[in-house]
């Protein structure tokens, strides 16, 4: 299994990029991808995840309403797109995979980690 995410950046506040996490090895049918950050000096937290039947789940309550998950099971890639970023967005944005369900925010039971996207938000 891989997980190859990309898409950051330095973006102005309020911006709107696009994250990207393409999979290999594995079918989205049967996998939860989930999107992680962490910030300078803080912990990893989760973002938001979306199931194989393409339910989602949103981790982080500050990224309701700005942030939207979803997949093109096409192209085997999870998306997160963002919008009216602020400073406090910015992070390295990893995405993970497991089997299962999307289940609580807890990255030790994901299993898959790519290798991180930075996204640099400038006031």
């Known amino acids: 299994v891989q997980l190859q995410a990309s898409g950051g950046g330095l973006v102005q506040a309020g911006g709107s990029p696009r994250l990207s996490c393409a999979a290999s090895?594995?079918?989205?049918?049967?996998?939860?991808i989930a999107w992680f950050r962490q910030a300078p000096g803080k912990g990893r937290e989760g973002v938001a995840c979306i199931d194989g039947s393409g339910k989602i789940a949103v981790y982080e309550d500050s990224v309701k309403g700005r942030f939207t998950i979803s997949r093109d099971r096409a192209r085997n890639t999870v998306y997160l797109q963002m919008s009216s970023l602020e400073p406090e967005d910015t992070a390295v944005y990893y995405c993970a995979g497991k089997r299962g369900d999307c289940g609580t925010s807890d990255s030790g039971t994901f299993g898959s980690w790519g290798q991180g996207t930075l996204v640099t938000v400038s006031s």
């Open positions: 090895g594995l079918t989205l049918d049967y996998y939860s």
